[in-house]
């Protein structure tokens, strides 16, 4: 491969800021902004001293304006003594972030991470999508603290990426995009110019297949994943192959928000850059100068649902060969109309001990991590996926609502 194919790449510079154009005018319409305000709300009233502090939700307070200070005080507290022993490399990465957007020194958070990142490499020659998500997180960080410091780590980062595209995930895709973006606006001047060529040709590579995935209603990936995309298409200095309309995407997502879909507060903190205009390259860039904070909008109270009941049918498989119990069990449930999956859990292990299950807390709220004493097993490539007949959730088991007679799944799944 050529890197310094210095023709290709001043034919994408040519083309750089076409993307940028093309959202100029997406933007949320005034009538539906009691919408963002609503969610933005929700999210910030889930930070409590007993939360778990998430970064991501700190970050998008700070893009956006927030309206609960000393929700965002709590939570700047909480990052800033964090140990980061405790951290992976992309919640230390969200945490830098989280910290720069406070106007906060993150202090020997950023050389943690560098030299982290100085000796990563992905686990075996086959590495999943995923893997690369958190160390495209850390490219970010370092590149909004050290951008000349960063050069030869993100070049290192990019070439792996290059040999490393399938399988492809959309999230992964956007963070990629992100990374590698704040890297070429900002290599310093007077370095060699096979940086620029190495990111253009990887940035290329990635925003093609994110805008292979864009929907006919402007969804990206699905409704969770296209937050991030928004931010990564608005931001690219490569072309895309595909036409994206993003006043189509917005208005989808603005539906979706309507209808409910939105009430997890990371999905929120995912989404809420766009609907503010904002991407995570606007980190450095957030004003902590003192200010009057807009005063937080009024919304109307949720209306009560109906306490009938609804009645789930809940199977647990597992016909992964080599796993020493095989099984498939089937329960009804009834749970009130209304309830997240994870009550529909509950009230199966409740009913037998077979349905026994354990969750682990993460940044996106519980995953099932174990049922009827068989544990997902990350060397394995083990994992619980839950589908609604044959189509896997989007959405984890506490913001799932089943609706009466649906048949849930969960499966053992090997990937």
């Given at each position: 491969m050529a890197w310094c194919n210095l023709h290709y790449l001043n034919l994408l510079w040519a083309l750089a800021g076409t993307s940028m154009q093309t959202q100029s005018s997406c933007s949320v319409p005034s009538a539906q902004q009691p919408l963002v305000n609503g969610i933005q709300i929700l999210m910030e009233n889930s930070v409590t001293s007993s939360a778990h502090p998430n970064p991501s939700i700190l970050i998008a307070m700070n893009l956006a304006g927030a309206y609960n200070l000393e929700a965002q005080k709590l939570l700047t507290y909480r990052l800033m003594a964090s140990n980061t022993a405790d951290l992976t490399i992309g919640q230390l990465a969200l945490t830098i972030m989280a910290l720069t957007s406070s106007c906060r020194?993150?202090?020997?958070?950023?050389l943690t991470l560098q030299r982290q990142m100085e000796s990563w490499t992905p686990s075996g020659s086959s590495a999943q999508a995923s893997t690369f998500y958190g160390p495209s997180l850390a490219i970010l960080a370092l590149c909004q603290n050290n951008p000349e410091m960063t050069l030869p780590i993100a070049a290192r980062f990019a070439k792996i990426l290059w040999n490393n595209f399938s399988p492809f995930n959309v999230d992964t895709g956007a963070m990629v995009t992100l990374a590698l973006t704040c890297m070429y606006n900002k290599i310093p001047i007077g370095s060699d110019e096979g940086y620029k060529a190495l990111f253009v040709e990887v940035l290329n590579k990635t925003v093609e297949q994110i805008s292979m995935r864009i929907e006919d209603n402007g969804i990206i990936g699905n409704i969770y994943s296209t937050g991030l995309a928004m931010q990564a298409l608005s931001v690219t200095p490569t072309q895309l192959n595909k036409e994206w309309n993003c006043r189509k995407t917005m208005d989808t997502i603005l539906s979706e928000i309507e209808q409910g879909k939105f009430h997890n507060p990371m999905s929120i903190a995912q989404i809420l850059p766009s609907l503010k205009g904002k991407t995570y390259l606007d980190v450095p860039h957030v004003s902590c100068s003192p200010e009057v904070r807009p005063t937080p909008p009024s919304h109307p109270s949720p209306v009560s649902t109906s306490a009938s009941s609804i009645t789930v049918i809940y199977t647990i498989n597992n016909q992964l060969r080599g796993v020493e119990l095989l099984f498939n069990v089937t329960i009804e449930v009834s749970v009130k109309n209304g309830s997240v999956l994870l009550a529909v859990l509950e009230e199966a292990q409740r009913k037998s001990p077979t349905f026994k299950f354990e969750t682990t807390m993460t940044?996106?709220?519980?995953?099932v991590s174990s049922i009827n004493n068989i544990a997902?097993?990350?060397?394995?490539?083990?994992?619980?996926?839950?589908?609604?007949?044959?189509?896997?959730?989007?959405?984890?088991?506490a913001d799932y609502k089943p609706f009466n007679h649906e048949h849930i799944t969960a499966n053992f799944t090997q990937y």
């Open positions: 020194d993150p202090g020997n958070k950023v940044s996106w709220g519980p995953v997902e097993n990350v060397n394995h490539k083990t994992y619980w996926q839950f589908l609604s007949g044959k189509t896997p959730l989007n959405e984890g088991v």
